[in-house]
Antibody, heavy 123, light 110 residues
Framework: QLQLQESGPGLVKPSETLSLTCSVS??????????WGWIRQPPGKGLEWIGS???????YYNPSLQSRGTISEDTSKNQLSLRLTSVTAADTANYYC???????????????WGQGTMVTVSS | QSVLTQLPSASGTPGQRVTISCSGS????????VNWYQQLPGTAPKLLIY???QRPSGVPDRFSGSRSGTSASLAISGLQSEDEATYHC???????????FGGGTMLTVL
């Protein structure tokens, strides 16, 4: 059974870089059938798509991040990662690792989610 | 960035039918399919409806989705206490090139 598990520091200082890892088990991130990505949810607020990566290495990002985000994959470890630079308090959120069968098309539903990891930006 | 509009709250009594709406525009709901997610308190969201009206395996047929023009709706019939959750709509936006989410509707079962 596919499982996604996020990990990373729970506290990051303002202006520093947030780094998270998602370990995937029960399936391969190298599959041509899926996109893998990140979605975040500030406390008490709605969901925001951060970006996604395809097995070819192609990446897609939410322009609202203003180029601060980078999603990468390590196929040898079956992991994907998120780096978000120059963080502020506005980046405080629960960060979820997700899978979808497409992006921007009929198959773009996020059908698998990790449990999420809370990241607080504070000095 | 919630270009998809949802009322923040809704409520119903056990057994009742409730409808949650999601309003968008021609660049998102008007031209792309809508997905719905259920988020139980303290948990990660779960896919509830995809491609406007399709249910993933395991989702009860009490849940149904529809889309008309630039709006979409999620209907829950035979409301149960375990349906108390926040429901999020989502759709790709062709102008912004992002996967957009609504602000979420918190459903209370009275």
């Amino acid at each position: 059974q596919l499982q996604l598990q996020e990990s990373g520091p729970g506290l990051v200082k303002p202006s520093e870089t947030l780094s998270l890892t998602c370990s995937v088990s029960g399936g391969s991130i190298s599959s041509s059938s899926y996109y893998w990505g990140w979605i975040r949810q500030p406390p008490g607020k709605g969901l925001e798509w951060i970006g996604s990566i395809y097995y070819t290495g192609s990446t897609y990002y939410n322009p609202s991040l203003q180029s601060r985000g980078t999603i990468s994959e390590d196929t040898s470890k079956n992991q994907l990662s998120l780096r978000l630079t120059s963080v502020t308090a506005a980046d405080t959120a629960n960060y979820y690792c997700v899978r979808s069968a497409g992006l921007g098309d009929l198959a773009d539903a996020f059908d698998m989610w990790g449990q999420g990891t809370m990241v607080t930006v504070s000095s | 960035q919630s270009v998809l509009t949802q009322l923040p709250s809704a409520s119903g009594t056990p057994g009742q039918r409730v409808t949650i709406s999601c309003s968008g525009s021609s660049s998102n709901i008007g031209s792309n399919t809508v997905n719905w997610y259920q988020q139980l308190p303290g948990t990660a969201p779960k896919l509830l409806i995809y491609k406007n009206d399709q249910r993933p395996s395991g989702v009860p047929d009490r849940f149904s989705g529809s889309r008309s023009g630039t709006s979409a709706s999620l209907a829950i019939s035979g409301l149960q206490s375990e349906d108390e959750a926040t429901y999020h709509c989502a759709a790709w936006d062709d102008t912004l090139n992002v996967d957009l989410f609504g602000g979420g509707t918190m459903l209370t079962v009275l």
